[in-house]
C-alpha cells in the first residue's frame, strides 16, 4: 500500500528503473530510509541465503546418495550462485528466481491435479490444471523487466 501511494508523489519519468531505483525514491522521502532499506535487504537476503544454500546442501547430499558431503555442496552452491552474480544482470537473476518458482508451483499443481482427479474431483481438477498450465507458461514465456 505504501508504495502504490508513494508513486503518486514522483512524476513519470523522474527516476529510471535500475537495481537501485527504489532505494533512490526512499531517499527523496527521507535521508534516512536509504541506510535502512539497504540494512533490512541484507538482513533478509542473508538469512535467505543461509537457509537456502542449508537446505539445498542437504538436498544435493540426499540426491547423490551420500557421495557429495555437506561440506563440499555448500561450497559448489557458494561457487554457482556467485558466478551468477558476478556474471549476470540482477533483472535476469530475478527472471530465473521468477521461473524456478513457477516451475516447483506448476509441479505442485499438477500433483494436486492429479490427486483431485483420482478423488473424483473433476472440477477441483481442471482449476489446478488451469494453475499447472500457467505455471509452465511463465516457465516458458517468463522475461526479465528489461526484456
Known sequence: MYICLLAYVFERGILKLTETAIIDIMGIVA???PLLLVAATLATQFSAAIADTSGCGGLLGELSRNRISARI???????????????????EIINYASRAFAAYYFLQA??????AWRAGDRWRSCGFMMMAILGILIVIFGMPVEG
Open 73 to 91: 555442496s555448500y561450497g559448489l552452491l557458494t561457487g554457482v550462485v556467485l558466478a551468477l552474480t558476478w556474471s549476470i544482470n540482477i533483472f
Open 31 to 33: 535521508p534516512i530510509l
Open 110 to 115: 499438477l500433483i494436486v491435479t492429479l490427486n
